[in-house]
């Protein structure tokens, strides 16, 4: 016959999740073991609730974030078009605010809140893995140390690390979204806006998330999807992470967050050793999470092992090549840390560390699924069949060994002094170590011992103008005012532009009443910075040099910043008062006094009629 044979239909491969359900996956053990895990995170973090606030980044997002002390619709659009703290992640402002509202600064509802939000991450983390991996075993190991590993902790028990965990669990959930959208066979299209909606959420949380569309084609690949066939529908995806790129970008910028010169003494090889070096670090962490801190400084010279690490990643990389069996789960495991992780490995430096335990949080899932597929390939006999017997042991103890360092770790987070003196104690040949310690002991206070962490933190590096700083301010409160008076032109010495060292040196000629001296420091210090608090310092020292108009323009360009100034008013009126104008003093007065400032009533009875 000469017709044409019908083409053959050709059947779609099966995708990698069509595999049998094995192991406890077949019945419901595994969400009674789950619900052991959940309950276990609760226990152990339990003590996390008992913790305070802690200076570090806790006041600028909370106690003096202007922007959560209102849930006002003006204030709400505020959160969602403004930078804060170097950062845009609208969502978990927004979470803070409503805290705000409900709780004030009691600091107990915000760390039950991020416990929770790990609580939910658990279960996201357990449900996503199970259905990679088609196995219980699985998702219960990698949800197990997901749950209580030691370098989760600062993500849990540090309220600022509140976009950690929700980015996390919009980012988890999407994944999850985008595995039931690809292996669908109806409803595809719902499931696929869901999985861009779920994006957009973890992306408004913290801009970690554009790693995203990577995790698609990952997944992708180890589903045997074709991703080179499938890029198209990723566009929306990549489209998000640029956007959100570009104005992670500049809100980093606005606070001088990103840095070319952060480490300027490392040349570009150096930077290299520097990004396998924090690469490696976290890996081995995963097995030996020893020497935690809130700060991991970058030594001013690099130490052999920052250039032995790039032959530890290339070991590691032999050995996924050279596996038999396995290789799909390690490869997919590996790339999953490795995207997870790449924005936060100093490719471009970001921050004031060069590691920091709080980015293990999403890129360990990967290590914890290839412990999880190892731990399961024992129990099957396909891998170290000798080692079977003590499969369970092992993972016991090495869940045990967490959760005492765990347990013991979220103690250091109790309050500031207990973190900066965990921070000096792991560092003390770094200066900002000693330095921060010192600022939190002021806050105590304990002078001496905060005298004793500053005078350390200026032997280390002579040159930190802030040490000066607060160790002038320290003197200044023991009335030693040549001492004070020394640290403070130290400081400007250092820093030209430091504004603040300024002021107080104008404070201090004018504490000591030499008043015409403390004109010039006020007037460098309003010339940097401009605020009402040394416009007002400034206007004093003109009323009492007789100055009279002058002070009343100082006094007028501080409530004109803060109209809510009541001593500025108050002030001015006894200035109006001394340059014969009564009537424009009474206007003051009583300003001050619509304002809560009790001593303006008595000008007000004594002078105006």
């Not at 920091?356 to 891998?383: H, N, Q, W």
Request: net charge positive; aromatic share 16%.
């Amino acid at each position: 016959m000469n017709a044409k044979q019908p083409p053959k239909k050709t059947l779609p491969k099966k995708l990698h999740s069509q595999k049998p359900v094995k192991g406890l996956s077949a019945g419901y053990n595994s969400y009674y073991f789950l619900g052991g895990i959940l309950l276990l995170t609760f226990l152990l973090f339990y003590n996390t609730l008992t913790n305070n606030f802690v200076t570090l980044d806790d006041p600028g997002y909370i106690s003096d974030n202007p922007y959560i002390k209102d849930l006002s619709l003006k204030n709400i659009g505020a959160i969602f078009t403004s930078f804060h703290n170097a950062n845009y992640h609208p969502f978990t402002t927004l979470s803070y605010a409503i805290e705000y509202s409900l709780f004030g600064l009691n600091a107990k509802p915000y760390h039950f809140i991020n416990l929770l939000i790990h609580l939910l991450n658990i279960a996201m983390v357990f449900r996503l893995t199970k259905k990679i991996s088609r196995r219980a075993e699985v998702a219960l190991v990698t949800a197990l140390f997901f749950a209580i590993h030691p370098m989760h902790v600062e993500s849990v028990a540090w309220i600022s690390e509140r976009k950690d965990l929700l980015y996390s669990f919009f980012f988890i959930c999407g994944l999850s979204t985008y595995y039931e959208y690809a292996h669908a066979t109806t409803g595809r299209s719902k499931l696929y806006i869901y999985t861009i909606l779920l994006f957009l959420c973890s992306l408004l949380s913290k801009s970690a998330a554009v790693t995203f569309p990577l995790m698609l084609l990952l997944f992708d690949y180890y589903f045997h999807r074709g991703w080179k066939t499938k890029l198209v529908e990723k566009i929306p995806f990549f489209i998000l992470s640029l956007l959100f790129g570009v104005i992670t970008i500049f809100s980093q910028k606005s606070a001088g967050a990103i840095n070319a010169d952060l480490m300027p003494e490392y040349d570009l090889p150096q930077r290299f050793f520097v990004v396998c070096y924090s690469t490696s670090y976290y890996i081995v962490k995963l097995v030996f999470p020893f020497h935690l801190a809130v700060l991991h400084f970058a030594p001013a010279e690099l130490p052999y092992y920052y250039y032995l690490s790039p032959l530890f990643l290339l070991l590691l990389a032999f050995l996924v090549y050279k596996a038999k069996a396995m290789k799909r789960e390690l490869i997919f495991g590996f790339l999953f840390y490795l995207i997870g992780i790449s924005l936060t490995s100093q490719v471009i430096p970001v921050g004031y560390a060069v590691v920091a335990e709080r980015y293990s949080y999403v890129p360990y899932i990967g290590l914890f699924f290839i412990m999880g597929c190892f731990y399961t390939a024992i129990r099957d006999r396909k891998v170290l069949i000798s080692f079977q017997p003590l499969n369970n042991y092992l993972l016991a103890g090495l869940a045990v060994f967490f959760i005492i360092i765990t347990f013991q770790r979220n103690k250091v987070w109790q309050n500031s002094l207990t973190l900066f003196t965990d921070l000096a104690a792991k560092y003390p040949n770094q200066p900002h170590a000693h330095f921060v310690l010192g600022k939190n002991l002021m806050d105590v206070p304990d002078l001496n011992a905060a005298l004793l962490s500053l005078n350390r933190s200026i032997e280390l590096r002579p040159g930190m103008s802030d040490a000066y700083f607060y160790r002038g301010n320290i003197y200044y409160g023991q009335k030693n005012y040549t001492a004070a008076m020394n640290d403070y032109l130290k400081a400007v010495e250092l820093n030209p532009a430091y504004s603040q060292a300024y002021y107080n040196i104008g404070v201090i000629y004018n504490t000591t009443n030499r008043f015409q001296e403390a004109i010039e420091p006020l007037t460098k210090a309003i010339n940097i910075n401009p605020n009402e608090y040394i416009y007002e310092t400034r206007a004093s020292t003109f009323f009492n040099l007789r100055r009279l108009q002058e002070a009343v323009d100082d006094y007028t360009k501080a409530i004109a910043i803060n109209p809510r100034m009541a001593q500025a008013y108050f002030n001015r009126g006894a200035t109006y008062l001394n340059m014969q104008r009564t009537t424009d003093a009474c206007v003051d007065w009583k300003a001050a006094a619509g304002l809560g400032f009790a001593r303006a009533n008595e000008m007000i009875q004594a002078y105006c009629r």
